[in-house]
């Protein structure tokens, strides 16, 4: 039961048991798409696994943290030979951490979201790259404003160090990747309905170094709304398939206009 008209890419999506993910998983699998999805929350995995099964879809998975090198390569390789081939890797579980002044945020801290959000890209990058350089295609990665055009978010030095350096990552992979027919490109998305702000942990020490800033009225230009995941999954599927055949090293916006403020 697929309504194909992106006839079966088969693609990979980290961080896709909740928010942006899910919504990618959800929209690519309604596209014709086959899907092997790596998250580390295993319970919501499985339970998505039979929604989609029990819609008709096929769709293998790994429950897996892509800071673990050893697991994260046999988890990509065992979900490549599960969908015959891959085509499409979306690069995009990430954390917002700790947010805290740079002068008490822990070293620990600082590691665990550039190794969950940065070292993690390159990882699935250079996994992905054996399985991929046949027959070429699409790398996405998730990024942000935050590192990238805005730099207000007051403790969040290490996720938008992370956030940069995808960016610069993307740009780096994509001149080198090319040869192959291996287009790399960003997402950088501004405030998206997700669970990730509920997850965020923030210092009791942060207002010490907070500037206030104060947003002009209405801090979404674009309909004054928070963006949803449905509408980077959307922005991800363009950069997936031949709509985007000639895109490569570029880094798309889908914050509404919010970051140009
Ligand atoms: P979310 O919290 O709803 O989903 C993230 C998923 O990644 C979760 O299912 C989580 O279990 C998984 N994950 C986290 N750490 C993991 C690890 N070490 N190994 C395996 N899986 C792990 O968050 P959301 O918002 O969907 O975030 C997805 C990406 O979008 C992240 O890279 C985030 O930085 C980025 N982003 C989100 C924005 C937002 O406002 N929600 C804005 C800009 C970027």
Redesign the pocket.
């Known amino acids: 039961m697929t309504t194909s008209s992106f006839a079966t890419k088969k693609a990979i999506i980290?961080?896709?048991?909740?928010?942006?993910?899910?919504?990618t998983a959800k929209l690519f699998i309604e596209k014709g798409f086959v899907v092997g999805l790596?998250?580390?929350?295993k319970n919501?995995l499985e339970s998505i696994s039979k929604e989609f099964k029990q819609d008709g879809y096929d769709c293998y998975y790994r429950s897996?943290?892509?800071?673990?090198e050893i697991n994260l390569k046999k988890a990509i390789d065992e979900l490549t030979e599960s969908l015959e081939g891959l085509d499409v890797f979306f690069s995009?579980?990430?954390?917002?951490g700790t947010w805290a002044p740079i002068e008490t945020l822990t070293i620990s801290d600082w590691d665990q979201t550039i190794?969950?959000?940065l070292r993690?890209t390159f990882l699935c990058t250079k996994f992905a790259i054996p399985h991929m350089k046949e027959n070429g295609g699409s790398i996405i990665i998730?990024?942000?404003?935050?590192g990238t055009r805005i730099f207000n978010n007051f403790g969040a030095s290490a996720?938008s160090s992370?956030?940069a350096g995808q960016v610069a990552f993307t740009k780096m992979a994509a001149l080198e990747l090319a040869r192959y027919n291996i287009r790399v490109n960003a997402?950088?998305?501004?405030?998206?309905?997700?669970?990730?702000?509920?997850?965020t942990k923030y210092s009791a020490d942060l207002d010490e170094v907070e500037i206030k800033v104060e947003f002009p009225e209405g801090n979404r230009p674009l309909k004054h709304e928070?963006?949803t995941?449905e509408q980077?999954a959307q922005s991800v599927l363009f950069l997936a398939t031949d709509a985007s055949a000639n895109i490569s090293g570029t880094e798309l916006y889908v914050?509404g206009a919010e970051s140009l403020l």
């Open positions: 980290t961080g896709a048991a909740s928010g942006i993910g899910y919504a790596i998250d580390a929350d919501r897996v943290d892509v800071t673990d995009n579980a990430g954390i917002n190794n969950t959000n993690s998730t990024s942000s404003i935050n996720y992370s956030k997402i950088c998305p501004g405030a998206i309905d997700t669970a990730i702000n509920g997850k928070t963006g995941s980077v914050d």
